[in-house]
C-alpha cells in the first residue's frame, strides 16, 4: 500500500534494529523502513551472497548487510509503489553491479524482468516468481527455499491477517492470488510482507470472525509485539478472512456467499473500518 500509517507504529521506533530468523542454509533480516515498510535481507549461509527485497532506504539495508557481513548481489522489487521500489535508483548508484528483479517496467533499475513460475537459484537458494496480481497489474511474490526451509515474499499482496488493497486489480484477481496461488504453498512456508499492518488487521479480522479461537490466540500473541513477521501459510489460512471467502461465518457476517462478492465485500468493510 502507499502512506497508510498504523496506529501507534511509533512504538517501532524502540526497535529499529535488525530482527534475524535462522534456518539451516537461509538466514532472513527484516529491516523496519519508512513510517510502517519492511524490507529484507535473504541470506544464503552457504555461499554468504544477500538479496535485497524492496529496499526503499537503501542505507539500512547496506548497513544490515555490512553487519551480517555478507555480499549483497541481487534485489527482489515485489510491486512499482515507491515505499517499495523508491530505493532502487539509489542503491544501484551506490552498487551498480547488482542484479534487480521485477515484473513492472514501472519499476527502476530492473535487469532481470520476470514471470509468472518464472525459476532460479541465487546461491543454494531456490527461486520462483509467483505473479500475485491486483494490488498492482505487476506484483510478484517470491517464494524461496534451501530445500528445506521455505519463505515468499508477498510485498502488499498478503499481509499477516489482511492484503493489500485493490489498486489496479479486481476482487477476483485478489482470489486468485490469495486462493490459487499463495494458499497453495506449504503449509509451514514463512510469510514475509511489506508493512506491519497486524494489529489493525487482526482487529479487522475479529470483527466478521468473532468466534475463530485461532484468530484470538494470533491478537494474544501479537498485542506486546512491535515485529509481527513472519507468519505461515498455515496460520493465514486459519484466521485471515481474505484467505477464508468460503467460510459460512464470514459469508453470513458479510451478507454474501460467492466467493468473489465475499472478498469485494471484505475489502469494502476493510477500507471503511475504524
Same mark, same amino acid.
Request: charged residues 25%; proline residues 6%.
Given at each position: 500500500m502507499l502512506r497508510k500509517i498504523l496506529p501507534n507504529f511509533s512504538r517501532l521506533q524502540s526497535y529499529r534494529k535488525f530482527h534475524t530468523t535462522a534456518t539451516a542454509d537461509m538466514k532472513i533480516i527484516s529491516i523496519p523502513a519508512l513510517q510502517d515498510n519492511y524490507s529484507y535481507l535473504i541470506v544464503d549461509e552457504s555461499t554468504n551472497e544477500a538479496i535485497a527485497v524492496d529496499p526503499v532506504e537503501p542505507n539500512k539495508v547496506l548497513d544490515a548487510a555490512d553487519k551480517a557481513k555478507v555480499k549483497l548481489t541481487s534485489v527482489f522489487t515485489t510491486h512499482h509503489h515507491w515505499d517499495h521500489a523508491g530505493g532502487n535508483e539509489e542503491l544501484l548508484s551506490q552498487k551498480p553491479e547488482l542484479a534487480v528483479y521485477g515484473a513492472d517496467n514501472r519499476i527502476a533499475?530492473?535487469?532481470?524482468?520476470v514471470k509468472d513460475n518464472d525459476m532460479f537459484k541465487i546461491g543454494s537458494l531456490n527461486v520462483t516468481c509467483l505473479m500475485t496480481v491486483c494490488h498492482t497489474n505487476g506484483s510478484v511474490s517470491y517464494y524461496v527455499t534451501d530445500g528445506e526451509d521455505k519463505a515468499v515474499f508477498t510485498?502488499?499482496? @498478503?499481509?499477516?491477517?489482511?492484503?493489500?488493497? !485493490? !489498486?489496479?486489480?479486481?476482487?477476483?484477481?485478489?482470489?486468485?492470488?490469495?486462493?490459487?496461488?499463495?494458499?497453495? @504453498?506449504?503449509?509451514?512456508?514463512?510469510?514475509?510482507?511489506?508493512?506491519?499492518?497486524?494489529?489493525?488487521? @487482526?482487529?479487522?479480522?475479529?470483527?466478521?470472525?468473532?468466534?475463530?479461537?485461532?484468530?484470538?490466540?494470533?491478537?494474544?500473541?501479537?498485542?506486546?509485539?512491535?515485529?509481527?513477521?513472519?507468519?505461515?501459510?498455515?496460520?493465514?489460512?486459519?484466521?485471515?478472512? !481474505?484467505?477464508?471467502?468460503?467460510?459460512?461465518?464470514?459469508?453470513?457476517?458479510?451478507?454474501?456467499?460467492?466467493?468473489?462478492?465475499?472478498?469485494?465485500? @471484505?475489502?469494502?468493510?476493510?477500507?471503511? !473500518?475504524?
Open positions: 533499475k530492473v535487469t532481470n524482468f510485498g502488499d499482496t @498478503l499481509f499477516v491477517g489482511g492484503c493489500g488493497r !485493490f !489498486f489496479e486489480g479486481t476482487p477476483e484477481d485478489m482470489h486468485h492470488s490469495l486462493s490459487n496461488v499463495l494458499a497453495l @504453498l506449504p503449509k509451514d512456508t514463512k510469510v514475509y510482507c511489506g508493512h506491519e499492518y497486524t494489529k489493525s488487521n @487482526l482487529k479487522f479480522a475479529l470483527s466478521v470472525d468473532p468466534d475463530n479461537t485461532s484468530l484470538k490466540e494470533k491478537i494474544a500473541v501479537c498485542e506486546s509485539k512491535a515485529i509481527t513477521v513472519p507468519s505461515t501459510i498455515g496460520e493465514e489460512l486459519q484466521f485471515n478472512p !481474505f484467505m477464508r471467502v468460503t467460510d459460512p461465518t464470514i459469508q453470513k457476517n458479510v451478507g454474501k456467499t460467492d466467493p468473489i462478492e465475499v472478498m469485494a465485500k @471484505l475489502r469494502e468493510m476493510k477500507n471503511n !473500518f475504524k
